[in-house]
T-cell receptor, first 112, second 113 residues
Framework: DAKTTQPPSMDCAEGRAANLPCNHS???????VYWYRQIHSQGPQYIIH???NNETNEMASLIITEDRKSSTLILPHATLRDTAVYYC?????????????FGSGTRLLVRP | NAGVTQTPKFRILKIGQSMTLQCTQD?????MYWYRQDPGMGLKLIYY???????DKGEVPNGYNVSRSTTEDFPLRLELAAPSQTSVYFC????????????FGEGSWLTVV
């Protein structure tokens, strides 16, 4: 089963890029990588997801290595409102269905 | 389009009582999930459903039951509430295929005293 490993915490300065790493060394060929964030105890907010190509949307960019064993979420210009817990998740195919199994996440603190 | 709606938002329950957390989605998603999140921890999958009439256990199913009689609704039942079930509960839904976005509700805060 593919699982993810993230640093427990990171910080960056406001206005700078935040680069959040994630290892998923046992990922299978058809399993997508998803990123969500959670601010306080609100419902997880979708950020971005990808399979093998790099992806970009209005919130962030996702860089996936060629071997797919790791990825990096990039918030190009972090703001104080980006302070949150960020979850890197592999959507697993288990028991004939897709499951989203969360890890512990990275707590990102954006400093003024 | 309301997305994923959970009720109630807050509830205090006494030990041994029963209750149902409601979850409704209006996006015609076939997959629905229930998660719980204890303070300072990540989300744990309780139960999930891949369509009406089909449910299965997740990581932490003990003490809970679910049913899925319609595509829209996926209620979570606590039969004999215990203090260990004090948590925030999140419902989520998606289309089943991989690569689709999973949408979460805003959560239901449950305290068992």
């Amino acid at each position: 089963d593919a699982k993810t490993t993230q640093p427990p915490s990171m910080d960056c300065a406001e206005g700078r890029a935040a680069n959040l790493p994630c290892n998923h060394s046992t990922i299978s060929g058809n399993e997508y990588v998803y990123w969500y964030r959670q601010i306080h105890s609100q419902g997880p907010q979708y950020i971005i997801h990808g399979l093998k190509n790099n992806e970009t949307n209005e919130m962030a960019s996702l860089i996936i290595t060629e071997d797919r064993k790791s990825s990096t979420l990039i918030l190009p210009h972090a703001t104080l409102r980006d302070t949150a817990v960020y979850y890197c998740i592999v959507r697993l195919w288990m028991d004939s269905s897709y499951k989203l199994i969360f890890g512990s996440g990275t707590r990102l603190l954006v400093r003024p | 389009n309301a997305g994923v709606t959970q009720t109630p938002k807050f509830r205090i329950l006494k030990i041994g009582q029963s209750m149902t957390l409601q979850c409704t989605q209006d996006m015609n998603h076939n997959y629905m999930y229930w998660y719980r999140q204890d303070p300072g921890m990540g989300l744990k999958l309780i139960y999930y459903s891949v369509g009406a009439g089909i449910t299965d256990k997740g990581e932490v199913p003990n003490g809970y039951n679910v049913s899925r009689s319609t595509t829209e609704d996926f209620p979570l039942r606590l039969e004999l509430a215990a203090p260990s079930q004090t948590s925030v509960y999140f419902c989520a839904s998606s289309y089943g295929g991989n690569g689709n976005t999973i949408y979460f509700g805003e959560g239901s805060w449950l305290t068992v005293v």
